[in-house]
């Protein structure tokens, strides 16, 4: 168990991409299916991932389900949101990156204060909050002048409704992460080296 | 609920396109979404079906197969043929006009092409997916990322991550419809209840589903490590990669595809 080893390394993270990949099309366990909402739980491996093993592979596994949401959003969009805003990889990609990046060093800092389980909360927590704020904050410096976006659609005239559309999935899934995050991160905590 | 994966099915086949290098294929793909933004009339979205439908008579794989790519998207894809027409850059006789909506007649031209080009893309990547083995694709994206050795991206290393991922798909799909099904007899109801309820079902599905992740990794790790698993620098490859002049040919057809879209946009 106490090993570091290259080849450990490359496993764990491939079978998190693994989950990733499945979590994008199995309902219930990649996300939840409401009327007119669809609640991710995807961020909650990334944060996991960040979490027990440390914030660069955090990024890495945020890195690949941007690239995921990236590519579907051509190929297989997941929600009318998809082509409109997830087809710039500034949107798409970037904000998940930091996701691992943020709730990793938070979660450092918490552990070094002797609070790990408050620190597991808010990793989740903030993690999830700067994916919304992230996209949201980008569609609105990115689309604000500029009107036309990969489709066309005049994105700066539905503007506040993409935004209500992102804040009101943004809420529950921070408060999903902060409730998932310290139950199946204590289970996995000793899987930390 | 499984099976409707269209990501990384494989039709064995023995067709032109099955045969085409994967880098060629992945690398086309791309170049395919990048030139549909050329078009901008009816000729060359024309132009460009009768390619896209010629490539798919040409890899033998049945209709059927790219129907139902677009099938399960088909409201997804309305759905933004009428955010495009109701709030595009209006232009032309306008129809109807009311606060933030316009009808135009230049709206309804674009809203035609946006579906247009939703299909062209969902038929040329399934066309992808479907003539090449996840496997071969990741041997591609290896390839492709070599360039970036140059600022220590670690390459290899994430080349063999995606190969061990995309291998570990079914395995994982497998676990997870067992650790539903076991829930299930336990009595959590996975889509019923409220948000709260419906919260609450997921931890016992993705706690034991990480468990048992972790442990599978660190057997995978001993059994790599037993083999002589030392990094990625310098491996020899079981499946290598040959540049065909077939590569080269349907790169020509696409060069001409460009030329002909250039010449008949508007």
Redesign the interface.
Known sequence: MQRRSNAYHISILAVLIAIIIIQNVVPFFGYIPLPGLSITTIHITVIIAAVVLGPKDGALVGGIWGLITWIRAFIAPTSPLAPLVFTNPLISVVPRILIGVGAGYLFIWFQRHQRPTLGLTLAGVVGALINTILVMGLIGLLYSHQAAGFYQVDISKLMPYLLTIIASNGIPEAALAGILTPLIGTALLRFKH | ??S????GRYIPGDSLIHRMDPRAKLLLSFYF?GIIFIANNWQTYALLFAFTLAAITLSGVKWSFFINGVKP?IW?IL??VI??IL???SGGKVYWHWG?ITISQLGLV?GVY?FC??VL??FM??LLTLTTPPLELSDAIEYILMPLKAVHFPVY??A???????R??P???DE?EKI?NAQRARGVD??EGN?FQ??R???P???P???S??N???D??TA??ARG???GEGRSKFRILKWHARDAWVTLGFAVLTAALVFLRA
């Open positions: 609920m499984m409707k994966l269209i990501f979404i998207l997804l759905f933004t955010l495009q709030f595009s850059a933030i674009n946006i080009r939703f893309i969902i990547s399934t290393e994430v063999l991550m995606l190969s061990i991922a995309l570990f798909v395995t994982l799909m997870t539903m996975f889509g948000l419906q919260m079902a997921i931890v599905l993705l706690i589903l990480f468990v992740s972790f599978r990794a660190e995978l790790a790599m490590e698993y030392q990094g």
